[in-house]
């Protein structure tokens, strides 16, 4: 069934997701972001097949949870929309999805190292990143997950996690809304960055599982404080 | 009692310092800075609860030694502002402050290692930083201050130095103006990064601490040729 | 025989490529990019000795594959145009050939390291670079490829990959199209980046043959993406 | 004697100097660049003490080998004058000094490492760097030049080399030419971040003394290329 038109204010946040992930680094000429429908749960908004860096309101196509696109119009998709349509099925509490290659974290990927919180910024990091890896699904493949069985495969790495890192090719974060994904997306980065350099100079004390619970949990109340900085730093999407 | 309004080129002098530390990188959208009320030493300025790269002059609130807030007009405060209150009721030198979660400097906290002085730049540094373990304290918390006993607890572990590094959070560095907290937040920063390198080429020679008394000294008869270049680069704060 | 001028769509990409690499760091003051002529396989195009950064439609000089500039008008040439003659002559599947001092690529170099693919954006490097040591050919030289025989040496050392690094001075990277050489470039340097510092964290597991040669024919039927966030991001090259 | 107006295009080049490190991160809020009087050997150029990055033509003074201003008017001078006047007095070849705390090459100092020729861009460290220790002449100091006993002994450490890196402080390049200093103070910079890095990669080979005589004459043939580039970035310097 086709869902009625996503909410404009939600159309624009999305928008700006994208142009203040490529403005910090989280994603360059590759990388998306996706919001879940609000008018209907079984249906997902994320740019046609573009730069990030280049989204404005009109490029912003839905998706069905089989990665079907409802009004793209002819436009060329993103060959990985399946990352997001499988976790928005196996995921009822995410709202918002960031794909990206953000560099930092990549290293970890492909040595096999987790994510863990170095500070109260990264709380959402508590149990760690998960860690998938195609080819134990898939064997040789292109890396990406371009079609919806591979895209359960990620959705089940993923687990009840804030992220996956995806060997080879980059990392997925959720959200329960699309600041929290922005968020998470960008102090994912920067915890890797602080966490190479940690441990360059000795043993690391991360928080613990409560720790990084309660400065999660705080941190969410303070997400407005970021976003606007983000947002009027983009100005007018178009 | 009520203070009579702080001076205008004091609040004018705090949002400069608001901007500067954000366009050089020290804070992100989080962190903060005040300054101690020029016309009463029970008092201090922050902005409210904001990214600090928006800051502008009507953002400024006074708050006394127990962090309440005289003017905030129901405006959202930080949670942190006993970071400030406390250092200035145990610091008479003390007349600005700049808490950040500058990157550089992390890797130092969540190691513990002090920072030391690599060049003459951080002569500030002589005595080394100083370290705070909220674990000590408090147990497993959200790593902020949050209420006026962290705050006693940080201000004990800062006691005379110039930087206190708070493991797995940031770092707080005061100063006896705007301009030297300024300076200092931002040298702490240059200092991490520096010596984060030198240790992997070999043994440092850091400076001595009559080295650094010495340095420091000279390095504050020369603020204000940075602190020009620095609100030049900002331009007119509306 | 002198051919046709060369398509002005051809001299305009090759005008944007020179900017693109500038802006993203590829090149600095120094390094040139080349296309083989649209009319012509036996000439290409290159700039006259000048800053990539500042080459516009006019600076566009055509060269043979001896080398020899046909419409220079006296115009200083690059000293190293002999490492785009003899590439083009060696490889006809070649149309286009970048040649930087692409900082992180540099260490790789020196130590005589390959690059190899950390991640999918870098499924060209399937093979791993090759490595050019010019002490090899030619003993104690300025390092540079200042003639035929240099270039020829060059080429000979490329053989059929796509990157070439050039020990002592920097790297050689040539596409099947301006896009695809641009392209390479930037993500040789990241790639470069990325393989640095997953060695500090552990045993790297790269893409093998087969993922690499993949990710790299996916890769190729997404150029386009990449290429109009560049180009608007330059805008009108007058 | 006092010395005619120096010529105005010597000026300016100086202010692009200042202007130009600034931009390309050699120098920050400290650090300066002088020339060689041209129309007096015995005289020498700088700026009043300011932040380089904000120097006008206005801002220039004449100073002679004991650091006296000639016309300063009673605006203040740097306290590092010394470290002009000395060189100027001991090397006839030197034309432009340039005078910084360039991020990268401090952690060579405090480890009493040498730079060495990584590519053939710094063939003009081919001999490696000088190194000075303010310690064994002085004791404990600020670390500063600040006199003429100090720039005489900062002068015989630099010897006849291109550049002498000051132990927990910074460093200073010599040129021919302000173009040439400027060069070699951005290549210096470039140079230690590459030399850095391909130490954890492996063994590295650096330009031998052969390689790198030869790279620095030829690269000497190329200086107003980047020049070009460098001015044509700052604009007009008012």
Known sequence: M??????PALVEKLVLANRILYRHGVVDGFGHASARHD???????????????LVRRE???TFDLDGNALDAGGRRVYLERFIHAEIYRARADVRAIVHSHSP??????V???????????SGFLAEGSALFEIRDVAGDTDMLIGNGRLGVALA?????????????????VVGASVEQAVYRAFYAEVNARLQLQARQLGKVTYLNAREAAKAAATN???????????TQEI???G
């Open 59 to 61: 490029d912003i196509v």
């Open 235 to 237: 100005g007018d999407v």
């Open 156 to 172: 089940a790495a993923l687990g009840s996690r804030s992220i996956v890192l995806m060997r080879g090719h980059g990392s997925t």
């Open 220 to 230: 969410d109340t303070q997400l407005q404080r970021v976003w606007d900085l983000w």
């Open 111 to 121: 040595t096999k190292q987790r994510l863990r919180p170095v500070f109260h910024m």
């Open 2 to 7: 086709t869902p009625s038109a996503a909410g």
């Open 39 to 53: 008018g209907s749960s079984g249906h997902f908004l994320l740019a046609r097949n573009m730069a990030p860096g």
């Open 104 to 109: 930092s974290v990549i290293p970890f990927g």
